[in-house]
């Protein structure tokens, strides 16, 4: 399909997803106020209740010292598997306030712990919390908590990877069943001379997507048995994005290249993906334009603020701080669809977050909609060059902005209409 026609198909589905799009919510406190309700029916005299534990948590704060916690779908058990966060979520087109309404659901059952602790736990609170995180499915626990929940309605840096709901000091946990632990999970487990990397890449061979294998390195379950740690769970989401990036990024290293330009989009959740695949060797590269009013730019008299980050053949050596985990969540995205093609390509994506996000949900959202994006019809351009300027009419900038900020435009021909100045 032409590219001018393509765009002009893709307006037409954005216009119709606009019109059935349901508008902001801020239901957030009346979720927190449902949950108390719940948990006041589900806990007996002393704190000790029952619940189905699909997922866990790990904090960033005082590192090495972390808040470690199971967290449970409180009077929503039967419903337990579909609090964890998956590519499921996608599927089923969940909306932002079904985010928050499921974060705000699971009750984070935690405890302070040193982040070398769990190395050898197999017993009490890390023990049951590590059995958790290697199951294939939810799993029955019987927590006793020293006091309430805490109601917390502030957002922290913390919640901007998972968002998590309501805080308890757990004073204990036991399974109430023995879980069920893939084959392959085991294999990792067992072998203390397995470091984590060639762990991860191995659980995603054998068809562990990357939430199951966030879910086991986070728990401390992988690596070398002297050098297993708790991983802070916005931690762990990064490095398994990054590890499993770097791995697929080798399989299509000497693969041939697409032989056009291919422009590929999606929208979810108030943010638009542009994807340009151009004939070459790998190269990539993120840029993010926050429209005033979204949630990464709240003030709506700052205009368009961007950010970016690339990358050539040879990948990078440091952490990713102006696009943070969104960069490797979107480089998965793109190295996995040239992966199962046997291609390479030089990648471009723009990510144009709108003012519909009004609320952090979390990297997996640019993970799956950019994993999504090459589905059904695409876009194809003559050159990088035409592709770019094509795209650019659809963006919150100009070309010349977005050419001061993208290394990848900035090396394209320029013209003088380039640098027009009608948008910020």
Known sequence: MKLDDYVE??????????????????E??????????????????????????PSIFVGTSNYPDVSTGILSPVGREGDADRFETSAAWYDERVSISDVFDR??????SNRPAEVTEVADAWDGFLGTQR????????????????????LDF??????????TGPRARARSAELAENPHVPRPIKKTLEDDDWNAQGAMTYLYRRGFDV?????????????????????????????????VGKFLRGTVRDAPSVDSVEVWR?????????VVLAPGDWEYELVEMKAPGSIWNPDPEVGVAMSSAHENREGRTGYVDETAGAYYAARFGALEHLSER????????????????????????????????????????????????????????SLGRLRSKSTMVAGLQSSLSDFATGRP
């Open 103 to 108: 974060r705000t659901s699971l009750l984070n």
């Open 9 to 26: 198909f893709e307006e037409n589905e954005r216009a119709e997803r606009r019109r059935l799009a349901s508008e902001k919510s801020y």
């Open 154 to 163: 502030d957002v922290t840096d913390d919640d901007v990877a998972t968002p």
């Open 266 to 274: 999606n929208e979810y959740l108030g943010n638009a993906f542009w």
């Open 131 to 150: 059995e958790v995180a290697i199951a294939d499915r939810p799993v029955d626990v019987e927590i006793g908590l020293d006091d309430g929940p805490t």
């Open 28 to 53: 957030l406190v009346d979720h927190l106020e449902s949950f108390q309700h719940r948990f006041e029916e589900a806990t007996s005299g002393d704190a000790l209740f029952g619940s189905v534990s």
């Open 342 to 397: 046997g291609r390479q390509a030089k990648v471009l994506v723009l990510r144009h977050v709108s003012d519909d996000y009004w609320g952090p949900v979390g990297v997996w959202q640019v993970r799956e909609a950019v994993r999504n994006a090459f589905e059904g019809e695409h876009g194809e351009a003559e050159t990088l060059g035409a592709a770019v300027r094509e795209v650019a009419d659809h963006l919150p900038v």
């Open 211 to 243: 939430y199951d294998i966030n879910s086991v390195l986070s728990a401390g379950a992988l690596g070398r048995g002297e050098n297993r740690r708790l991983v802070p769970t916005r931690w762990s989401i990064t490095a398994v994005d990054d590890t």
